[in-house]
C-alpha cells in the first residue's frame, strides 16, 4: 500500500535514510538567548553546541503546531503513521494527535495513527524502521499499528551523557545527579522507563566505563538479539559510538546496528559527547 512515514525531529536519521528520503520530519524548534534555531536541515550542530556551552541560561524547545503535522500527513488519503518523542517528555505527541484531528475533519476516511515513542532519537528511527518493514511486506494499516505498538512496549533506551545540565535545566533531573557528573566525573547510565520517562540504572568512572556498564545492561534486558536491530545516537563523537558498537558485538548477535548523528532536539539534551541507545 502506499504510506507516509512521519517523524518529529527527536528522532534521528542515519546517512542511509536521509539518502532514501522516506520519512518527513516535522522540526521542532530550539531557543538560546532570544535566539531561534529550527531543527530542519539548516541545523548546524557544531555551532549550536558552541552557543549552548557558552549560555549561561541553556537552551530550550517548542514543538511543532498540530498545522504543522497537518501538512506533513498530506492533503490525501494516503495512509500516514507517525513517530514522535515520549509524551511525557515534550508536547509533540499532543500536537501531533490534534494534527491528526484537523487533517481528518478534511479527509474523513485518511488512515493516520500516532505513536508516542516513549523514547527519543534512535528509539524514534527504530520505530520508523520497523513500520516501513511492516508496510514493505504488505501489512494492513491496523496490522502494522497493533505490530509496532507491540515493538514499542518491548524497546529499550539507555544513554550516556558528558554533561546532564540541559536536562536537569529542563527539570528532566534532580541537580545532585547533575553535581555528580561535574564535580566526580561521575556518569550515570540513564534509562527510558516504560512509561517513557528517565531513570538512573547504573553509573561508571569516567565515560568509557559507563559505556561499558551500559552495553552490559543490554544483556539484561533482551535475549532475542537476531530478530532486533540495535540503534546508536551519537553527538558530534562517533568514535564512542563506534566504540559501543565494537563492544556490543562483540557480546551480542543483533542482526543489525545502525549509527545516527543527533539533530538539533537530540544535541539539546545529548550535548557534545552524548551517546544514546536503542533495542
Do not use: W
Amino acid at each position: 500500500m502506499d504510506y507516509r512515514i512521519i517523524g518529529d525531529s527527536c528522532l534521528d536519521l542515519t546517512p542511509e535514510m536521509k539518502k532514501e528520503g522516506k520519512i518527513r520530519i516535522v522540526p521542532l524548534t530550539l531557543h538560546v538567548d532570544g535566539v531561534d534555531y529550527r531543527d530542519d536541515e539548516t541545523f548546524d550542530q557544531k555551532n549550536f553546541i558552541a552557543v549552548v556551552a557558552a549560555s549561561q541560561t541553556g537552551p530550550k524547545s517548542s514543538c511543532p503546531s498540530p498545522e504543522d503535522f497537518k501538512q506533513a500527513f498530506g492533503e490525501d488519503d494516503v495512509p500516514a503513521f507517525c513517530v514522535t518523542l515520549s509524551a511525557e517528555l515534550s508536547g509533540s505527541y499532543n500536537s501531533a494527535l490534534l494534527g491528526q484531528r484537523l487533517s481528518q475533519e478534511d479527509h474523513p476516511d485518511k488512515k493516520i495513527h500516532v505513536f508516542n515513542s516513549r523514547s527519543a532519537c534512535i528509539g524514534e528511527t527504530l520505530i520508523a524502521l520497523k513500520i516501513e518493514e511492516y508496510a514493505e511486506a504488505g501489512a494492513s494499516f491496523e496490522a502494522i499499528v497493533e505490530k509496532v505498538e507491540a515493538y514499542i512496549r518491548h524497546q529499550e533506551t539507555f544513554f550516556v551523557l558528558d554533561n546532564l545540565e540541559t536536562l536537569r535545566k529542563n527539570g528532566r533531573l534532580t541537580g545532585v545527579k547533575a553535581a555528580l557528573v561535574s564535580v566526580l566525573n561521575i556518569k550515570p547510565v540513564m534509562m527510558a522507563t516504560p512509561e517513557g520517562t528517565i531513570e538512573q540504572c547504573s553509573m561508571g568512572r569516567g565515560t568509557k566505563k559507563a559505556l561499558k556498564k551500559m552495553v552490559e545492561e543490554v544483556g539484561n534486558k533482551v535475549s532475542d538479539f537476531e530478530n532486533r536491530i540495535f540503534g546508536i545516537s551519537h553527538c558530534n563523537c562517533l568514535e564512542r559510538a563506534i566504540f559501543v558498537k565494537e563492544e556490543i558485538e562483540k557480546r551480542y548477535p543483533f542482526k543489525k546496528i545502525v549509527i545516527a548523528d543527533t539533530a538539533g532536539v537530540g544535541t539539546m539534551y545529548a550535548n557534545d559527547g552524548g551517546v544514546v541507545i536503542a533495542f
